[in-house]
């Protein structure tokens, strides 16, 4: 059975930073393309970056966040990264990490980041 597994988010204050990982399993982790996904309070699934090919060396990010956060893979520990920096209010969201074939329907538990002073 293909399981994603979140965590690492947390409090923070502005400006603040956090690490997200998000633990595979049940499949090929290193054959897929991953991203992540988040879902602030009373808003719709926002896309916000992507990792392309086994390397990790391809990626991708929403203009929201693009300079600040920073998608990563360890292939070797089926695990994927969301490094979080010069964090915001408006980045308080419940984020999802997702195959990138499927990140319009993420079926994980997601891990909440709330930045809030």
């Known amino acids: 059975e293909e399981q994603l597994v979140e965590s690492g988010g947390g409090l923070v204050q502005p400006g603040g930073s956090l690490r997200l990982s998000c633990a595979a399993s049940?499949?090929?982790?290193?054959?897929?393309?991953m991203s992540w996904v988040r879902q602030a309070p009373g808003k719709g699934l926002e896309w916000i970056s992507s990792?392309?090919?086994?390397?990790?060396?391809?990626?991708r990010y929403a203009d929201s966040v693009k300079g600040r956060f920073t998608i990563s893979r360890d292939n070797a520990k089926n695990t994927l990264y969301l490094q979080m920096n010069s964090l915001k209010p408006e980045d308080t969201a419940v984020y999802y990490c997702?195959?990138?074939?499927?990140?319009?329907?993420?079926r994980s538990q997601g891990t909440q980041v709330t930045v809030s002073s």
């Open positions: 997702t195959k990138t074939t499927t990140w319009r329907t993420p």
């Open positions: 049940g499949f090929t982790f290193s054959r897929f393309a």
């Open positions: 990792v392309f090919g086994g390397d990790g060396t391809m990626t």
